[in-house]
């Protein structure tokens, strides 16, 4: 069963690079099959998807943060990461890594998650 | 963007209650609709995909139905551990979103 788990700063000062990793056991993060995904959730509020990366390396990206944000991926660690620029009070958020079928029936179905991570943006 | 809109934030109900859940998206997504449940400081769970498929594991209470536009998500028999904010999602086409989330409390 494969399992996610994410890392990095909980505190991050405005106008710097939010940089959270995404560790992933019990799968191979370049087997193929899957896209690996950063999603992100402001206290209270509903879910709201960043971006994706393949195993490939290609990404998409979500329009409202595409200017700022890039994902990566580390086959040799097995590991995925985000980064988020220019930061501000509105990036405090709890961010999940996701991983998700790119074929098959449950195609675009969040299947396993992270437990997630608080990042605070303030100074 | 397509804009997926849950009917109602919150609803209140009792053990044993039926509960249905009501998403609609912006436009069709054809049955790329799945649903999540989430409980206070846990990541969401994928409960169907595909608009009607239960995910392994899932208490075969839950059901979804609909395509295109209009979904539902039914809890045939409320049980007290599924108190908690349900979600669905659109996987049709990027950028993949959310609806507002439900909210089942107890009445």
């Known amino acids: 069963q494969v399992q996610l788990q994410e890392s990095g700063p909980g505190l991050v000062k405005p106008s710097q690079t939010l940089s959270l990793t995404c560790a992933v056991s019990?799968?191979?993060?370049?087997?193929?099959?899957?896209?690996w995904s950063w999603i992100r959730q402001p206290a209270g509020k509903g879910l709201e998807w960043i971006g994706r990366i393949y195993a490939s390396g290609g990404s998409n990206y979500n329009p409202s943060l595409k200017s700022r944000v890039a994902i990566s991926l580390d086959t040799s660690k097995n590991q995925f990461s985000v980064k988020l620029s220019s930061v501000t009070a509105a990036d405090t958020a709890v961010y999940y890594c996701?991983?998700?079928?790119?074929?098959?029936?449950?195609?675009?179905?969040?299947?396993?998650w992270g437990q997630g991570t608080l990042v605070t943006v303030s100074s | 963007d397509i804009q997926m809109t849950q009917s109602s934030s919150s609803l209140s109900a009792s053990v044993g209650d039926r509960v249905i859940i009501t998403c609609r998206a912006s436009?069709?997504?054809?049955?790329?609709l799945n649903w999540y449940q989430q409980k206070p400081g846990k990541a969401p769970n994928l409960l169907i995909y595909?608009?009607?498929t239960l995910q392994s594991g899932v208490p075969s209470r839950f059901s979804g139905s609909g395509s295109g536009t209009d979904f539902t998500l039914t809890i045939s028999s409320l049980q007290p551990e599924d108190f908690a904010t349900y979600y669905c999602?659109?996987?049709?086409?990027?950028?993949?979103?959310f609806g507002q989330g439900t909210k089942v409390e107890i009445k």
């Open positions: 595909a608009a009607s």
């Open positions: 999602h659109q996987g049709y086409s990027p950028p993949w979103t």
């Open positions: 436009q069709s997504i054809s049955s790329y």
């Open positions: 996701a991983r998700t079928p790119y074929s098959g029936p449950s195609y675009g179905a969040f299947d396993s």
């Open positions: 019990g799968g191979s993060i370049s087997s193929g099959g899957y896209s």
